[in-house]
């Protein structure tokens, strides 16, 4: 059975910056999209970047211009680069990962941002 694994959350001063990375334990055939969603204490999960198999990408208006998200295929890896981190990217994070038949997701990394 696959699983994602997520690293590089944790605590950060306002301004810093985070990689979070996701990483499957096994190959995944038939990528579609790669993504990392968020959910923060009291809200629903919200998208913050994808990256297509074409390599298109998308990320939330929140996100755009401090993070970007990156892939390696031959590792079956997705990141996400967060700068200029704020106190309201404070969540905990996830990774996705859709094939053509179904979907996979980590178990979440949390990121704190405060001073």
């Known amino acids: 059975q696959v699983q994602l694994v997520e690293s590089g959350g944790g605590l950060v001063q306002p301004g810093g910056s985070l990689r979070l990375s996701c990483a499957a334990s096994?190959?995944?055939?038939?990528?579609?999209?790669m993504a990392w969603y968020r959910q923060a204490p009291g809200k629903q999960r919200e998208l913050v970047a994808a990256?297509?198999?074409?390599?298109?990408?998308n990320y939330a208006d929140s996100v755009k211009g401090r993070f970007t998200i990156s892939r390696d295929i031959a590792k079956n890896t997705v990141y996400l680069q967060m700068n200029s981190l704020q106190p309201e990217d404070t969540a905990v994070y996830y990774c996705?990962?859709?094939?053509?038949?179904?979907?996979?997701w980590g178990q979440g990394t949390q990121v704190t941002v405060s001073s």
């Open positions: 996705n990962i859709e094939t053509s038949r179904r979907g996979y």
């Open positions: 990256i297509r198999s074409g390599g298109s990408t």
């Open positions: 096994k190959i995944i055939f038939s990528i579609t999209t």
